[in-house]
């Protein structure tokens, strides 16, 4: 083995589920930021873990309205993901943008994009600095999936999505 860069080693890693963080503007309007490292935290009680850049408007959104839904969208919408990963929602509409068609999950008013394998709504709990990004830890409220829809997967880092196969 040779000696590489923590880079390196997530293009290394791949494949790697790809996850919108969903979230609604202050307008009302959905937010979504792709994002491909999320995990289970447990189980009892339920909850997830994803990271996002300091700098995010998403992680904005999540800090100050403490809700978010993890979405994994099908291979449907692979290229507006790669969009979504690579705009701001600051100044720009994603979903209108990318063409994405979207649907809030019974009992909230976060948008989805209807082409997701998985959607898990979640409230924030707390988050931390860790590094040049924020941890956000939260509690799963409700969990819906679609299996009719092709998971998409990151590979080589974010140089290329698609399913798992």
Known sequence: ????????????????????????K????????????????SFHPEM???????????????????KVVLAMPGTQIADAVMGCGSTSGRDTDKAARFG??????PGGTIQVPVHSRVAIQCGLKEFHEV???????????????????????AWNGYSRLGPAE
């Open 100 to 105: 994405i068609d979207c649907a809030a999950l």
């Open 26 to 41: 202050p307008d009302g309007t959905a937010n979504f930021a792709t994002v491909s490292w999320w995990t289970y935290l």
């Open 131 to 153: 590094g040049d990004h924020y941890l956000y830890i939260c509690e799963v409220e409700q969990v819906y999936g679609n299996e009719a829809e092709r998971a998409l997967f």
């Open 48 to 66: 997830v873990a994803f990271a996002m850049s300091k700098r995010s408007y998403s992680g904005e959104m999540v800090r100050a309205g403490k």
């Open 1 to 24: 083995m040779e000696q590489i860069r923590l880079s390196q080693a997530a293009v290394l890693s791949s494949p790697n589920p790809v996850t919108l963080v969903c979230t609604e």
